[in-house]
């Protein structure tokens, strides 16, 4: 009888041991058939290891992380361009803008003044005396070289554009001749070309600098041309300077500007002052060497960045 009992016993402690490995695998069963605890083949090894009883507890943490985390590592850009609120992804970086802002600032000032003293030169070796002269002297030299190589390639005119030296209407943007002329503009290009650099970045200020003389060879050719049927050749970098003057004035239309350095006025009068003075000059043809024209050319292009850059933002 105590024999029996035995047996029993034990086959009762082995039926129930069975029964608990049985009601386990199913357990594993149900748990790795559920579609969102599919294994995923670019987790980690350690991430893909068989399930035990021990990590049960942490799935949940690991799901959220799953769901969250591992999707933004790879999709975030792709997500900031769907649900951003511009039309266009984020810029890539340029060359331009890696480069210090004082090195262009200072290599600007730099082509200047050197097309400026080759100026000076040309003058020294040849001397035209007569109505065009441009030193009244009774001494004259001919060596035509240094003046002639100038004229062709740094004063933008009707004669170099049809003889097809199109690079004058940006060259011509780095040329003076007159102590004057390139220091009311050095001074202009010092206290603007800092602040409209640091709002745009190297490359667009370059864009906007460029456009702006670009616009006001242009213009200075077209006005000169067919309104004035006069052939007059035209240099300086105003046109350009106007325009980063224009598009700050823009972008900032409560700063205050000062009028020859002295008087205080704030920009939303300033700019349409200037531009109506420089038109009024510019049709009532009065006599002066400013190219007015090139003037207005300038600043419209300044204000035309700006209009765009904001078309762009919306």
């Known amino acids: ?78 997500l900031r361009f769907r649900y951003s609120s511009s039309r266009r992804p984020p810029r890539r970086p340029n060359w331009l803008d890696s480069i210090n802002g004082n090195t262009i600032f200072v290599a600007i000032i730099a082509i200047n003044a050197g097309v400026f003293l080759l100026w000076q030169g040309a003058k020294s070796t040849y001397v035209r005396t007569g109505r065009y002269a441009l030193i009244k002297t009774e001494q004259t030299t001919r060596d035509p070289t240094l003046w002639i190589f100038l004229r062709n390639n740094f004063l933008v005119n009707w004669e170099n554009i049809v003889s097809g030296r199109v690079w004058t209407l940006i060259t011509s943007c780095f040329s003076h001749q007159d102590i004057e002329h390139a220091l009311f503009n050095g001074l202009s290009f010092y206290f603007m070309a800092p602040g409209v650099m640091q709002v745009l970045g190297n490359s667009r200020f370059l864009g906007l600098y460029f456009l702006g003389g670009i616009a006001s060879s242009v213009t200075s050719l077209v006005w000169n041309r067919f309104y004035k049927h006069e052939s007059i050749s035209s240099h300086g970098a105003s046109g350009a300077i106007l325009a980063t003057i224009a598009f700050y004035a823009c972008a900032f239309p409560r700063t205050t500007f000062l009028i020859f350095f002295v008087i205080p006025c704030p920009a939303w009068a300033f700019l349409p002052g200037i531009l109506a003075f420089d038109v009024y000059r510019s049709v009532t043809d009065a006599r002066t060497t400013t190219d007015t024209a090139g003037h207005v050319g300038g600043m419209l292009s300044g204000i035309g960045f700006f209009l765009w850059r904001v078309a762009l933002r919306r």
């Open 1 to 78: 009888m105590s024999k029996r009992c035995l047996h029993v016993f034990h086959r009762s402690i082995i039926q129930s041991k069975c029964n608990s490995r049985l009601a386990h695998r199913n357990t594993l069963c149900q748990f790795n058939s559920s579609p969102q605890l599919r294994p995923f083949s670019s987790l980690p090894a350690r991430i893909a290891t068989p399930v035990t009883a021990t990590s049960i507890s942490s799935l949940p943490t690991f799901l959220q992380f799953a769901r969250t985390q591992l999707r933004n590592a790879t999709h975030r850009d792709l």
